[in-house]
Every structure is written in C-alpha cells, then in structure tokens.
C-alpha cells in the first residue's frame, strides 16, 4: 500500500473482479472478507491495554533500514535485456536531532530541518545480471549471478572501518564458522552449476572452490540459493526480491555484531528498525533460523551483562494482517493490542481450515502484534522471538511464542518506540522508516559512522 497521497494505480481491476466468471470462481474460494459487527466486535474483545514503561522507555539511538529494487532493460530497445539493482540504506537516528525536527507547535517533522539531515546520504548498492546478462564470461545468466552475488557480498562495503566484514564473513559467522553448500541429510553436498554431488565446505579463509566435476567456481554465498530462481531468458524479479530481503535482515545482523563486538553495552541504547516481517522468504528462507540463533546468542550476552533484550521492531504496512487490522480498525478502542498468535491468524486472517502447526515455521524468526496506538493509528509490528531454536514440537513452539511474559520488555519498549515517532504526515510509518523512504537521513555504512558515533557521543558510558 502507498503512503496516503501516493496513487495506488489500481485501474481496471473492479471491472474484471465484475466479471461473471470470475464471481463464480470466486463464490468457490475461501478468502478474508470484512467481519460483521458481531463477529469483529467479538475479535476486539480480545484485545487488551498496550503496555508502557514508566517513564517510557526510549533508546537514545535507532538504527532504520530501507530497500528497494529495480529490474531494468539495459536498453529501451533491447527490453529483455536486463540488470538488476538493489539498494539498501540504514538510516542512524540519534532521538535527540529527532526532537529538533519536529516544529513543537504542529508535530509536523520540519522538512528543511530533515533535509539537512540527510546531507550524508549513503545507500549500499549490489548490481546483478537479470535476463540475457551473462556477467565475467560466466557460461550461463545462473552461474553469473551467482558470481556477482558472491562478488558483492564479499567485498568490503565498509571502507575500511574498523571491525569491518565482509557480508560473506557475517553469514560465516552466524554459521557458526562453517557453511556447506548443496549439504542435505542425504548427500554431502552438490554442485549448483552441474549438479554433481561433491562436498563443498567453507571457511573464512575459503570461500570459493572448484567443482571437480565442471571445474565452475562454488561460492560460500551460494548457500543463500538466490541463483535457484534465475532463468537464462525469464524475468529475475522474483531472485531480485529474495536477495533484496536477505540482503537487508543481513546487513542489520552485520551492524548489530559490529555494535557488539565493540561493545555489547550499547546496544540496549539502540533500536533496530525493519521496513517488514522479520522473516526470510523463498530460497534463503532458511537464514532466518541463523538469525533468530544469533539474536538469542547476543541477549544471552546481554543478560550476562544485566542488560535487557535486544530491540528489533519489524514494521509492515502493507499485507494479509494490514488489511485484517484496517477492517477490524473502527471496532478497537484507541491504545490497545494483541499478539497475533497462530490460532488468531488462521481464524480470521488467513481464512485457512488446515493451518499449519505453527506459523511461518520455515521463514519467521519474529512475532507479529497488532497495535492501535493512543492516537488511534493502527500499526503491525513484530519482536524477535525470545528463543534460539524452533527445535521440537512445532504445536509447542506454536504456543510457546505466543506467550507474552516470554517477551520480557520487548512489547512495551517496541510500543513506545511506535508511540514516539508516530507521525501524522504518514499512516501507519513511523518517522524513521518514512525517512529511510524518502532519503537516508544519516546513512551508515557497516563498521563506519555507528562506531565512531559510539565512541564520540560516549553511547558505550552507562547514564
Ligand atoms: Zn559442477
């Protein structure tokens, strides 16, 4: 959904849903309608106060990333002929210049005060063949793209920073070191160019090797499978899209263990804020259970040190739970939530009568609530999950996430967060996401600026 004021473009599609045809098909589909009365005056029933710290309990610091994409022809007369681009910011917000921007008197963010703020302007960029590109001489548009990936992820984006790493290294890391390409329970591992099966193991200091078969370069990053979607001649969007994402929730890692590294203290003072689920959907779909491990190795850190959780707030504005919490909007009293736990979702969202045991169990690491602030702005939010693994019953995971006392401060810190950069220019963003959207404010570049901000504005001192 477009921020209000943006057109929707939606033309046309009323007269095809008229369609005769179509409304038959429909009348055999299962699909979310708007509640009744009754039925949506029993669904908000279920909601309760939004908790808050007292005082509310802000970070000094956070951390808001955007991406977007785009999957161009090289030329306007050679259409088929395409390169994919994606571009990531993140977008360092210090709460005390947020409050310099916004006029006291109208709460309106003073856009000639944002603009200056967005003089250091810095989006990390990846560049990647699409159809018809064959990239270093590769012999096909698939094992190209695999090598640009790698080419990109493995350079370091940081310009020399201190604590620097590669992406590739961060994925390392988070692997405990060790990943292996191809690796399923019944082989060791195989080759994503001819598909002979060998074991392809790497390491920080080796991270490319020969396939012994084809002699074509393996890639530690081919084990995100971003290259399974790339045709020779079809339309990479999609790969686009998943590398986008996967790129986005790993640069946030690489900040967060960059931060940690450094010192682990001051990320109780940050927020991280994600335009989106906190998931990983289709071919890496499974760095989300490294992520989720990471998250939980880093709190178990934290706790050590008496700290609290760490928070990252995934913000969705558009969706399945959007669109329930729009109907459902005129029917909840303002500053009261809900956590979305499984039963919820598949009830009266997802309209399904074989739900799955439990939710997003292959591409989720973080749960999703539904929040109407005091204001009466609705917004869906997630946390991470509080665990490390999904090991076990997936029915006792499925409830074990939704337990709130699990989550500890998270929701009302992630409540608060919401509540104080809430903003009226737009619906349901919040002041950094709308930020990183319209032009990196402060744009970071990994191990760069956060660090040094770290040490000059003393964010590692305890207040
Ligand atoms: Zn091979």
């Given at each position: 959904?477009?921020?209000?004021?943006?057109?929707?473009?939606?033309?046309?599609?009323?007269?095809?849903?008229?369609?005769?045809?179509?409304?038959?098909?429909?009348?055999?589909?299962?699909?979310?309608?708007?509640?009744?009365?009754?039925?949506?005056?029993?669904?908000?029933?279920?909601?309760?106060?939004?908790?808050?710290?007292?005082?509310?309990?802000?970070?000094?610091?956070?951390?808001a990333s955007d991406a977007s994409k785009s999957?161009?022809?090289?030329?306007?007369?050679?259409?088929?002929?395409?390169?994919g681009f994606i571009k990531v910011s993140q977008v360092?917000?210090?709460?005390?210049?947020?409050?310099?921007?916004?006029?006291?008197?109208?709460?309106?963010?003073?856009?000639?005060?944002?603009?200056?703020?967005?003089?250091?302007?810095?989006a990390l960029t990846f560049?990647?063949?699409?159809?018809?590109?064959?990239?270093?001489?590769?012999?096909?548009?698939?094992?190209?793209?695999?090598?640009?990936?790698?080419?990109?992820?493995?350079?370091?984006?940081?310009?020399?920073?201190?604590?620097?790493?590669?992406?590739?290294?961060?994925?390392?890391?988070?692997?405990?070191?060790?990943?292996?390409?191809?690796?399923?329970?019944?082989?060791?591992?195989?080759?994503?160019?001819?598909?002979?099966?060998?074991?392809?193991?790497?390491?920080?200091?080796?991270?490319?090797?020969?396939?012994?078969?084809?002699?074509?370069?393996?890639?530690?990053?081919?084990?995100?499978?971003?290259?399974?979607?790339?045709?020779?001649?079809?339309?990479?969007?999609?790969?686009m899209t998943r590398m986008m994402n996967a790129i986005e929730h790993l640069l946030m890692?690489?900040?967060?263990?960059?931060?940690?590294?450094?010192?682990?203290?001051?990320?109780?003072?940050?927020?991280?804020v994600m335009d989106g689920p906190?998931?990983i959907f289709?071919?890496?779909?499974?760095?989300?259970?490294?992520?989720?491990?990471?998250?939980?190795?880093?709190?178990?850190?934290?706790?050590?040190?008496?700290?609290?959780?760490?928070?990252?707030?995934g913000l969705?504005?558009?969706?399945?739970?959007?669109?329930?919490?729009?109907?459902?909007?005129?029917?909840?009293?303002?500053?009261?939530?809900?956590?979305?736990?499984?039963?919820?979702?598949?009830?009266?969202?997802?309209?399904?009568?074989?739900?799955?045991?439990?939710?997003?169990?292959?591409?989720?690491?973080?749960?999703?609530?539904?929040?109407?602030?005091?204001?009466?702005?609705?917004?869906?939010?997630?946390?991470?999950?509080?665990?490390?693994?999904?090991?076990?019953?997936?029915?006792?995971?499925?409830?074990?996430?939704?337990?709130?006392?699990?989550?500890?401060?998270?929701?009302?810190?992630?409540?608060?967060?919401?509540?104080?950069?809430?903003?009226?220019?737009?619906?349901?963003?919040?002041?950094?996401v709308?930020?990183a959207h319209?032009?990196a404010?402060?744009s970071?570049?990994?191990?760069?600026?956060?660090?040094?901000?770290?040490?000059?504005?003393?964010?590692?001192?305890?207040?």
């Amino acid at each position: 959904m477009p921020y209000k004021g943006e057109t929707a473009g939606k033309g046309g599609h009323a007269d095809f849903v008229r369609n005769p045809d179509v409304q038959a098909f429909l009348d055999e589909c299962d699909y979310m309608r708007p509640p009744s009365d009754s039925e949506a005056n029993a669904m908000a029933a279920t909601f309760f106060a939004a908790p808050a710290g007292i005082p509310s309990e802000l970070p000094r610091y956070v951390v808001a990333s955007d991406a977007s994409k785009s999957d161009t022809p090289i030329n306007d007369k050679l259409p088929s002929t395409q390169v994919g681009f994606i571009k990531v910011s993140q977008v360092l917000i210090g709460m005390d210049s947020y409050a310099e921007l916004v006029d006291p008197r109208s709460r309106f963010v003073d856009p000639f005060k944002a603009a200056e703020m967005h003089r250091n302007a810095d989006a990390l960029t990846f560049t990647l063949p699409g159809s018809n590109v064959r990239f270093q001489g590769a012999k096909s548009v698939k094992d190209g793209f695999r090598r640009a990936v790698f080419k990109q992820l493995s350079a370091d984006r940081t310009r020399g920073g201190p604590n620097h790493a590669a992406l590739s290294t961060v994925l390392l890391d988070i692997n405990d070191g060790e990943i292996r390409v191809g690796h399923t329970a019944s082989r060791a591992g195989q080759c994503p160019s001819c598909g002979a099966e060998h074991e392809f193991t790497f390491s920080a200091s080796v991270q490319r090797k020969n396939c012994p078969t084809c002699d074509e370069t393996v890639f530690v990053t081919d084990w995100l499978r971003l290259h399974e979607d790339i045709s020779d001649f079809g339309n990479n969007a999609s790969a686009m899209t998943r590398m986008m994402n996967a790129i986005e929730h790993l640069l946030m890692v690489a900040l967060i263990q960059q931060v940690f590294i450094a010192d682990p203290r001051a990320l109780g003072r940050m927020a991280f804020v994600m335009d989106g689920p906190l998931a990983i959907f289709g071919q890496p779909a499974k760095l989300h259970a490294r992520i989720m491990a990471f998250l939980a190795k880093v709190n178990a850190r934290l706790r050590d040190l008496d700290q609290e959780a760490i928070l990252v707030v995934g913000l969705q504005k558009t969706g399945d739970v959007m669109d329930h919490a729009n109907l459902l909007n005129r029917f909840l009293p303002n500053g009261v939530m809900r956590i979305l736990d499984d039963d919820y979702r598949y009830r009266y969202i997802k309209g399904s009568d074989s739900p799955a045991e439990n939710f997003g169990h292959e591409t989720y690491y973080g749960q999703d609530f539904l929040f109407k602030t005091e204001k009466g702005r609705i917004f869906n939010f997630a946390v991470p999950y509080p665990f490390a693994v999904k090991s076990g019953d997936p029915k006792k995971f499925s409830s074990a996430k939704a337990e709130l006392r699990n989550y500890g401060s998270l929701i009302a810190r992630a409540c608060d967060l919401i509540r104080h950069f809430e903003l009226d220019l737009y619906e349901s963003a919040i002041v950094p996401v709308a930020l990183a959207h319209r032009h990196a404010s402060i744009s970071i570049v990994p191990g760069g600026k956060v660090l040094d901000i770290i040490a000059k504005t003393g964010l590692n001192k305890n207040l």
